[in-house]
């Protein structure tokens, strides 16, 4: 009705998720920037967050809009209250498996046999569990053991996990769920908008159908919006498209206060939006973005930090750090002191190479004086060579892993730096 009198192409607040609507506020930026991330890994979970009408869905069909699906085959499953066995059924459907049978092995080796042929045919497998926190624990643990299936040493599938905060909560602080975090490399919250950002996602979306101005808005109705809403995109759509109809049934051409007012009001009345809304999402969100730690290092950076610093061979735990209480210089205090006891461990595979290499001019020059080597003298020489490749192989490999952990906890903390840290982390 509305988009006939302002000559609109389409309804701009629709609340179906659309890409063609994505609008790039702060933390939906922060968040893609984390999908990219992760799915740029090819292995393991990504989990997103938000409140209820955060954008999550509209930010998934963006990015998938963006693949080629000629290199990724993805499957969306939106959640109820699966078990374990329920959830390998559904998970085969959404590729499109048919399972012969009705049991959970059954369907296991035809997801199994389809990501085979998706992997030789040179496209990755990305699973999307919307609605996460309507899953059990048991179909959790069932997800996190489909990501075991690899061909050689490539993993056949990754997925990205959608829920509402209770289900970071329960990803986060379950004692169930411990294997499945190990394996979570990117994870990011959404906030709720900025107040500065609520103008620019209504003419956003206006500008996607067609407005060209008509209608106009008075400034306060913005302002009055981001208070009623909490800056939560759902909620703004809801609002929105209540103006865009009373100004069309008005014959309007400027929204005005007033006319948010009634709004509100008829809103209130009929339960469409609650009376708890004005601010109160913002103001928590505000106090605690991204769920982040007390100075605005995002969670995942920690997490990073635990999983670099945590998993040295000789059980050293001096470097551990716990998710309270850490802030930037110490994550970076603790990056140069890994980075020192990395040129360390350097320094001892430099000195056993060159133990190794004294070893082996000594036991030559043994051997040319005693003219004839007994076999003996062989023997210990080949001991102390292979001892001496083995010390060499277990500091090379230990170098490899805290190699890639740095790169890891560096890559998020650089992200947090170039989101503008505490600033900018409370949008």
Known sequence: MFDDFYGLEARPFQLTPDPAFYFESVTHRKALSYLGYGLAQGEGFVAI?????????????????TIDPGRMTAANVVTSALDGEEIVHVVARAFGVEVDGHDKASALGAIETFLHEEARAGRRSLLIV???????????????????????????????????????????ESDRL?????????????????????????EHRLTCVGWDGNPSFDQRVFSGIYEATGGVPRRINQVANRLLLLGSVEQRTRIDSAMLTQVLDEMKHDGTIGHGHEGEDSRSAHHHPDHSLDNGVPASVAIAHEAAFASDDDGKSAARTSHAGIDAPAAIALIESALADRDAQICELQQAVVELANKAEAHEAQALEAEDPSAELVRNLEAQLAEAHERTAALEARLDEQERTLRHVLTMLIEWVEGGGDQRSAA
């Open 130 to 172: 919307d609605e996460a926190q309507n899953l059990s624990i048991t179909a959790l643990e069932e997800l996190r053991m489909l990501s075991n299936f690899q061909l050689g040493a490539h993993p056949l599938l990754q997925t990205l996990l959608l829920g509402q905060p209770e289900f970071r909560t329960t990803l986060m």
């Open 178 to 202: 411990e294997q499945l975090r190990q394996r979570v490399i990117a994870t990011h919250h959404l906030t709720a908008m900025q107040p500065k950002e609520v103008q620019a996602y209504i």
């Open 49 to 65: 967050t938000g409140e209820v009408g955060s954008g999550k869905s509209t930010l998934v069909a963006y990015l998938m809009a």
